[in-house]
C-alpha cells in the first residue's frame, strides 16, 4: 500500500524538499502551506517527476485547531497520512523588549502550538514517520532571538519525549536540527546576524533526517551537519551560564 506524507511548509525550502524526496521514493505527498500558486506548480512538477499524488491544501496553520481542521480536509478527501513532517515555522530576531508583540504571538502559535496540534491529531493514524524540524538554537538559550529558541527548545524536548513513548511501535519518532540553512528563512527573519555555524543547503539537512529515518534504529534527534552536531554536544557539557553568554555574542546582543 503506498504511503502518504503529509508535508507542512511545504511552499518552499526544507518542505519542498521534503515532498521531493518522499516522492522520489514512491510515496504520495500532502502539501500545506499558505501560497497555493508555489503549492500547485510544485505538485504539478512532483506528479510528472514521479507518477506520485500530490495533494495541495493551502491553510493558515496560525488559527485555533487546525489540527482536526486539516484532518476533516483530508479525510473529506479520502486522504489518512501515513506520516507526518511539521516543518512549518518562522524565526524573529531582536531584543524581546522591542519585537512587535503580534509577531511574537504568532510566532509561538506556528511553531508550537500548530506543531502540537497537528500532531495530536494525526498521531493515532501514523505508521510511517514523524519528524519535527527543530533547531540547533534549541540546545541552548538564545539571546536575541529568546522566543525562536525557546520554541524549538519546547520542539526538541516534546519531540524526544514522544519518542520515548512510541520506542516499540513502528513509528519512527524524528526531531531534526538544522543550523543555518539556504532557505527563505532569514529573508523572513531580516537579518542573517541569526546565522551561527556554515550554511547547508535544503538537500544536505533533509538528506540527514532520511539518513536516520533509514538506519537500523532511528535515533530520537538528529543535528545536520558536522560541525554543528559537535556544537550542540559541546554546550550540552558547558555550564548554563557560559553557553548563554557565547550565544549571545554570537548573536550580537
Known amino acids: 500500500m503506498t504511503s502518504t506524507v503529509l508535508i507542512t511548509g511545504a511552499s518552499s525550502g526544507l518542505g519542498e524538499e521534503f515532498a521531493t524526496r518522499f516522492a522520489a521514493r514512491g510515496d504520495n505527498v500532502v502539501l500545506v502551506a499558505r501560497r497555493a500558486d508555489r503549492l500547485e506548480a510544485l505538485a504539478r512538477r ?22 482536526v481542521q486539516l484532518r476533516t480536509t483530508l479525510a473529506e478527501k479520502g486522504i489518512t497520512p501515513t506520516s507526518l513532517v511539521n516543518n512549518a515555522g518562522f524565526g524573529t530576531h531582536g531584543r524581546f523588549a522591542d519585537e512587535d508583540a503580534e509577531r511574537l504571538a504568532a510566532e509561538i502559535t506556528l511553531n508550537v502550538t500548530a506543531l502540537v ?52 511501535s513502528p513509528l519512527k519518532v524524528l ?21 551561527v555555524g556554515n550554511f547547508q543547503t535544503s538537500e544536505q539537512v533533509v538528506s540527514t533526517a532520511l539518513r536516520a529515518l533509514d538506519s537500523r534504529r532511528t535515533p530520537a534527534s538528529v543535528v545536520s551537519g558536522l560541525s554543528n552536531k559537535i556544537s550542540a554536544g559541546s554546550v550540552r557539557l558547558a555550564p548554563r551560564r557560559l553557553a548563554t553568554v557565547i550565544s549571545g555574542r554570537l548573536l550580537k546582543a
Do not use: C, W
Request: no cysteine; aromatic share 10%; proline share 6%.
Open 175 to 195: 526531531a531534526l536540527s538544522p543550523g543555518p540553512t539556504r532557505t527563505e528563512f532569514f529573508d523572513v527573519v531580516g537579518s542573517e546576524d541569526a546565522a
Open 117 to 168: 496540534d497537528l500532531t495530536h491529531a494525526f498521531l493515532p493514524t501514523l505508521t510511517g514517520a514523524l519528524i519535527n524540524v527543530a533547531s540547533t538554537a534549541a540546545y541552548q538559550p538564545t539571546p536575541n532571538m529568546a522566543v525562536y529558541g525557546a520554541t524549538k527548545a519546547f520542539v526538541l524536548s516534546f519531540t524526544e519525549a514522544l519518542a520515548f513513548e512510541h520506542r516499540n
Open 46 to 67: 512532483i506528479e510528472a517527476e514521479y507518477g506520485v499524488t500530490a495533494t495541495v491544501v493551502a491553510m493558515d496553520l496560525g488559527v485555533p485547531g487546525v489540527g
